[in-house]
């Protein structure tokens, strides 16, 4: 059975992210994803992956670079 996580993950694996991990707390949304696939594009598509499948406003989901 997928969880909120898996389907976030899967969705921007499917935007073009060669890796993703995404962490649900109760402080928000983290999101690790490759260093050098990390950049102002990639921040928009990862939020809107999140927000598509999470309640969560855009100041509390985090994108990290790994």
């Known amino acids: 059975?997928?969880?909120v996580q898996?389907?976030?993950e899967s969705i921007i694996k499917a935007k073009g992210f060669t890796e993703c991990l995404c962490y649900i707390s109760d402080?928000?949304?983290t999101v690790i994803v490759p260093d050098s696939e990390r950049n102002d594009p990639s921040v928009l598509v990862t939020d809107d992956a999140v927000t598509?499948?999470?309640d969560?406003?855009?100041d509390d989901i985090s994108?990290?670079?790994a």
């Open 52 to 54: 598509s499948h999470y």
């Open 6 to 8: 898996d389907s976030i």
């Open 63 to 65: 994108i990290v670079g």
């Open 1 to 3: 059975m997928f969880t």
């Open 56 to 58: 969560v406003d855009y």
């Open 27 to 29: 402080e928000g949304v």
